[in-house]
């Protein structure tokens, strides 16, 4: 354990100080530019990418540091009896202990018609109590000690976790096993979820954003496929789910030999094991059948989408399908986004669609992966009236990066913000086991941390220009924008034949089934 501390504090001296003071300084170049946007927003303050563009931030280009030499650290891989994974990481300088999990579940796996099913069941597994404790009695016995269980099932993983001081360890273990293993599934729990989801439902049309990212799923998956499903699910499938559904769906997929787990804090590695062999010593292995999930077919064809919304700003969102987790290409990939608009304000698209021209506050891109084929997109809100020209300004930018190498500098400043965003990602003991539970859980090499770096630095111009023109299609992108085309610079139909949407209100859905369940 001490070699733990030891290696983080060594990093700080050598990394944190002076990235907080850069930080700081980049803070003052910046604030007149921030102080100057609406009220409301959140603002992020980010290295420059590209040419500093002020003598301040000049200055700041020129500070330079000793090249990091930072080996993370690492948690100890146990494997149980039962088929359970832990990642073990002691830290014995606070009286804390801290356990999260990941599960193999989600909603990819839910059957027909039964949309909303994992995250029903991940949100009740918790708020429903188990068989030996009811909810409100666990939930005065978590309060007491200071303690929180929680648990959620999202699209393609089941998360858990557990936060307790040293002294009560035995009882919060017994607690978050219970609440793993036996889950009580109360049928009131279960029906005043499902009227949350339901009121969420109904309101979720009143948020554009809300609208275009739900919509654009659709637009760029299969209609079939489980990606272009919302998590919370529908009003129509909420009804169809019934208690008995839960319980299967909780018999399925939770079991020792499907689940990670990550401990750290204050506790002996040899003692916690012996803890965790009893607290689970009746959940027993079991052959899980996972359903099949349909392969993302890659295509790309362009479409041109609109959907009607009398506001102030349009949300656009444009994109197409991106890459896969275990990509050969995902550095390369995620660097050239970054130059591209994943590096916060002053990226390139963000940079002139809203420094440059002011067309808009927020404007980026990313590429977000998954278990299969991700998606790639670029998003911005903007003026009515100037809706036209923020997607012709993203599309250029997609047409330039493909086109035209990238500047040294470029290449450098994004490669030293990812190397110097790495370390920060291990600055406790939970967030090192909990990112050893996550690369195994997404089946990357167990040595992933240690060639981050050297992957990093190993990516080249010639690397981001192959990819951008491998992972980018300007000219086969799918459009969604959300807004009154009536108050546009230029009509949509500029980029192509217009696919209008209609949305369904809240108030045009039957709800016969569901007065019936109350």
């Not at 977000?368 to 790639?376: A, K, L, N, V």
């Not at 003026?383 to 035209?404: D, G, V």
Request: aromatic share 10%; with cysteine.
């Amino acid at each position: 354990m001490g070699d733990f501390n030891v290696s983080i504090h060594n990093y700080h001296k050598q990394i944190v100080f002076p990235f907080v003071v850069l930080t700081w300084m980049f803070s003052l170049v910046y604030s007149s530019n921030v102080s100057a946007q609406p009220e409301g927003h959140k603002h992020a303050v980010a290295p420059a990418v590209g040419k500093p563009e002020s003598e301040g931030a000049r200055k700041v280009a020129g500070f330079k540091f000793d090249p990091l030499n930072f080996v993370p650290p690492k948690a100890e891989r146990v494997v149980l009896g039962n088929g359970m994974i832990l990642y073990l990481l002691e830290d014995h300088d606070l009286p804390i202990f801290n356990v999260t999990a990941r599960i193999k579940t989600g909603a990819i796996y839910e059957p027909p018609g039964k949309a909303g099913l994992a995250s029903l069941t991940g949100h009740v597994m918790r708020d429903g109590g188990a068989i030996s404790m009811p909810a409100d009695k666990m939930n005065e016995e978590l309060e007491f000690m200071a303690a929180s269980v929680e648990t959620s099932i999202d699209r393609e993983s089941g998360n858990a976790s557990l936060s307790t001081l040293k002294k009560d360890i035995d009882k919060g273990l017994k607690i978050f096993a219970d609440v793993l293993m036996n889950p009580a599934f109360p049928e009131d729990k279960i029906g005043m979820r499902k009227d949350e989801v339901i009121e969420s439902i109904r309101r979720e049309n009143d948020n554009p954003m809300h609208i275009s990212h739900r919509e654009f799923r659709k637009v760029l998956y299969d209609s079939a496929h489980p990606y272009s499903r919302k998590v919370d699910g529908t009003l129509e499938s909420l009804v169809a789910i019934t208690r008995d559904d839960i319980v299967a769906f909780h018999k399925e997929y939770l079991h020792p030999n499907n689940m990670i787990l990550g401990i750290a804090g204050d506790f002996d590695k040899d003692e916690i094991i012996k803890k965790l062999n009893v607290v689970f010593a009746d959940w027993k292995r079991e052959e899980i059948v996972f359903p099949e999930v349909p392969k993302v077919e890659r295509k790309y064809e362009k479409s041109v989408n609109y959907i009607y919304k009398d506001v102030n700003q349009s949300n656009v969102i444009m994109g197409h399908l991106g890459i896969h987790r275990k990509s050969p290409d995902y550095f390369p990939v995620m660097i050239m986004n970054f130059v591209l608009g994943g590096g916060a304000f002053t990226s390139r698209i963000p940079g002139r669609i809203r420094s440059d021209e002011g067309l808009a506050y927020s404007a980026n891109s990313a590429f977000q992966t998954s278990r299969d084929i991700g998606i790639f997109f670029v998003s911005c809100q903007t003026k009515l009236e100037s809706t036209n020209r923020a997607i012709s300004i993203a599309l250029e930018e997609l047409e330039k990066i493909r086109k035209t190498p990238i500047d040294k500098d470029e290449l450098l400043q994004a490669k030293e913000t990812f190397t110097n965003q790495f370390v920060f990602r291990f600055t406790t003991s939970a967030s090192i086991v909990g990112q050893m539970v996550d690369i195994e859980y997404e089946e990357l090499p167990l040595n992933y941390f240690e060639t981050y770096v050297e992957k990093v630095q190993a990516v080249t111009q010639e690397d981001i220009q192959r990819v951008a023109n491998k992972y980018l299609h300007p000219d086969k992108i799918k459009i969604l924008v959300v807004g009154n085309k009536e108050k546009f610079d230029k009509p949509l139909d500029s980029f192509g034949k217009v696919n209008v949407i209609e949305i369904k209100q809240a108030a045009d859905t039957p709800t016969e089934k569901m007065e019936k369940r109350k």
